[in-house]
């Protein structure tokens, strides 16, 4: 086997590879590796490797198969984004602030991802504090996408998605506060979910932000993989308070079940400003292809307001705060284009935050009844393909089918289920005419992780998509 075959494998090959003793740890890692060193230049995908803690975690999962003993993804190749503190290994959330910034303990994700004997490879890029869907930052610069190296990736976990779209490891794991595993995942063509708020514990870490929004993540090429991580990365931790019960569910398993019957709505509104034609019309083609799985497919839209503003108010509040004790250095140091942010801080006051907690239970109770009529709810990931980078940064595309755009329009159908914390995924579905890929939004009920990664299986093995790569 070829080492390019070899980057192209998915977890669940690597590992009946690895059982069968077809393939060793060692050498896989040792060929993902090399890709990296290859292509990683061209795109900055992966910002901090830790070649030598994977060869060792590599030898030590290789030693484990020969006794036995070896763990559930026992030498898998993984990447961990830069906003996720991993022990030993520099983590700077992609920011001035924390450039030299060396965890002494691990997130507890990255601790049960161990405990199940992984391969760490390094740390993937991200916007600063992972605060805009743009991949960029005063420590490494941007992200570029491999299917086009003059656009963005998204974000924020973009190098986490343009590394898995480059064949760096079949496992990435991202977060998501208004869409940063699913934009990235659309825009680079790969799988994304983003699962209930709490499945996955969050931190620690040693700053506040997006406490009540994130969710922690897989990013691959498949949905098994997926699946698999989820059930390592899950399950409650008394140091994330916002952290579930354990839900008693094999995801991996989850995803053998039929899709038919299920009810799906579909629509490309949502309160979003503006969408590319073209991402309406791949995406809609890909939601009605539910009907040939035996799904009753309709469009309907839930009628949700536009909660840009309720978003804006968050981020801006929570940045202002969460630097209040330096604020004067992160003024001087953060990415420039943030520096706004920071001089909105006594425009907004305390009682705008609470009316973003009014909004959230509104906008609860509008999904709430929609999902009382639908098992799924479909619609584009983004309201448009990756688009052009401009020296200096920028926070989204300025226009989108002939309508000027603010900050957050392009990104309107993700972060509305940051706020409800339910699961969401992007599914790759379809290709532009100019070769960029798009992604499908998969929308699930509160705590239904498994119909989501049902419906994805499902379209994943009728309409496949890991056989496409881009030609670094």
């Given at each position: 086997?070829?080492?390019?075959?070899?980057?192209?494998?998915?977890?669940?090959?690597?590992?009946?590879?690895?059982?069968?003793?077809?393939?060793?740890?060692?050498e896989v890692t040792s060929a993902v590796l090399e890709r990296i060193d290859e292509l990683n230049p061209k795109i900055n995908a992966i910002v901090t490797l830790s070649a030598d803690?994977?060869?060792?975690?590599?030898?030590?999962?290789?030693?484990?198969?020969?006794?036995?003993?070896?763990?559930?993804?026992?030498?898998?190749?993984?990447?961990?984004?830069?906003?996720?503190?991993?022990?030993?290994?520099?983590?700077?959330?992609?920011?001035?602030?924390?450039?030299?910034?060396?965890?002494?303990?691990?997130?507890?994700?990255?601790?049960?991802?161990?405990?199940?004997?992984?391969?760490?490879?390094?740390?993937?890029?991200?916007?600063?504090?992972?605060?805009?869907?743009?991949?960029?930052?005063?420590?490494?610069?941007?992200?570029?996408?491999?299917?086009?190296?003059?656009?963005?990736?998204?974000?924020?976990?973009?190098?986490?998605?343009?590394?898995?779209?480059?064949?760096?490891?079949?496992?990435?794991?991202?977060?998501?506060?208004?869409?940063?595993?699913?934009?990235?995942?659309?825009?680079?063509?790969?799988?994304?979910?983003?699962?209930?708020?709490?499945?996955?514990?969050?931190?620690?870490?040693?700053?506040?932000?997006?406490?009540?929004?994130?969710?922690?993540?897989?990013?691959?090429?498949?949905?098994?993989?997926?699946?698999?991580?989820?059930?390592?990365?899950?399950?409650?931790?008394?140091?994330?308070?916002?952290?579930?019960?354990?839900?008693?569910?094999?995801?991996?398993?989850?995803?053998?079940?039929?899709?038919?019957?299920?009810?799906?709505?579909?629509?490309?509104?949502?309160?979003?400003?503006?969408?590319?034609?073209?991402?309406?019309?791949?995406?809609?083609?890909?939601?009605?292809?539910?009907?040939?799985?035996?799904?009753?497919?309709?469009?309907?839209?839930?009628?949700?307001?536009?909660?840009?503003?309720?978003?804006?108010?968050?981020?801006?509040?929570?940045?202002?705060?969460?630097?209040?004790?330096?604020?004067?250095?992160?003024?001087?140091?953060?990415?420039?284009?943030?520096?706004?942010?920071?001089?909105?801080?006594?425009?907004?006051?305390?009682?705008?935050?609470?009316?973003?907690?009014?909004?959230?239970?509104?906008?609860?109770?509008?999904?709430?009844?929609?999902?009382?009529?639908?098992?799924?709810?479909?619609?584009?990931?983004?309201?448009?393909?990756?688009?052009?980078?401009?020296?200096?940064?920028?926070?989204?595309?300025?226009?989108?089918?002939?309508?000027?755009?603010?900050?957050?329009?392009?990104?309107?159908?993700?972060?509305?289920?940051?706020?409800?914390?339910?699961?969401?995924?992007?599914?790759?579905?379809?290709?532009?005419?100019?070769?960029?890929?798009?992604?499908?939004?998969?929308?699930?009920?509160?705590?239904?992780?498994?119909?989501?990664?049902?419906?994805?299986?499902?379209?994943?093995?009728?309409?496949?998509?890991?056989?496409?790569?881009?030609?670094?």
């Open positions: 086997m070829s080492e390019q075959e070899i980057c192209w494998m998915s977890a669940v090959e690597l590992l009946e590879a690895y059982r069968s003793k077809k393939l060793s740890p060692v803690l994977a060869m060792e975690q590599a030898r030590a999962a290789e030693e484990a198969y020969q006794k036995g003993k070896a763990g559930a993804l026992a030498g898998v190749p993984v990447t961990i984004k830069d906003l996720i503190p991993t022990k030993g290994v520099r983590t700077t959330f992609g920011s001035v602030l924390f450039e030299d910034y060396v965890p002494d303990e691990d997130a507890v994700l990255v601790e049960r991802l161990k405990d199940a004997g992984v391969v760490i490879l390094g740390k993937t890029n991200v916007p600063e504090f992972g605060l805009v869907a743009v991949t960029d930052n005063l420590v490494f610069g941007p992200t570029l996408n491999p299917w086009d190296t003059r656009k963005t990736v998204g974000g924020s976990s973009g190098g986490a998605a343009a590394g898995m779209a480059a064949g760096f490891s079949p496992l990435a794991v991202g977060n998501d506060g208004g869409g940063s595993i699913r934009i990235p995942s659309s825009l680079c063509g790969v799988f994304g979910i983003k699962p209930h708020f709490g499945r996955i514990p969050c931190g620690p870490k040693p700053y506040h932000g997006w406490e009540t929004m994130n969710a922690e993540g897989p990013i691959t090429r498949s949905v098994a993989d997926a699946a698999m991580m989820i059930d390592v990365m899950s399950g409650p931790d008394d140091r994330d308070m916002w952290s579930l019960p354990a839900s008693g569910v094999n995801y991996l398993e989850s995803i053998k079940g039929r899709v038919k019957g299920l009810k799906v709505a579909y629509t490309s509104d949502m309160a979003v400003a503006a969408v590319e034609p073209e991402v309406v019309e791949i995406t809609k083609k890909a939601a009605f292809a539910f009907s040939e799985l035996g799904c009753e497919v309709v469009e309907d839209d839930p009628g949700i307001f536009d909660m840009a503003q309720d978003l804006t108010v968050m981020v801006i509040l929570e940045t202002v705060t969460a630097h209040e004790d330096n604020l004067e250095e992160a003024k001087e140091k953060m990415y420039t284009l943030y520096k706004p942010f920071l001089e909105l801080m006594d425009v907004f006051s305390g009682r705008d935050m609470v009316r973003v907690n009014f909004h959230r239970v509104e906008m609860w109770d509008i999904m709430r009844r929609f999902f009382e009529k639908y098992d799924l709810l479909l619609t584009p990931t983004t309201a448009c393909p990756a688009f052009d980078l401009k020296d200096g940064g920028m926070l989204g595309p300025d226009i989108i089918n002939g309508v000027e755009q603010g900050p957050a329009s392009w990104i309107g159908f993700t972060y509305p289920f940051n706020f409800s914390g339910q699961p969401a995924a992007s599914v790759p579905c379809g290709f532009t005419a100019g070769g960029l890929p798009v992604g499908l939004q998969i929308v699930g009920r509160r705590y239904d992780e498994p119909t989501v990664l049902r419906a994805a299986a499902a379209f994943e093995a009728a309409h496949p998509w890991a056989g496409r790569h881009p030609e670094l």
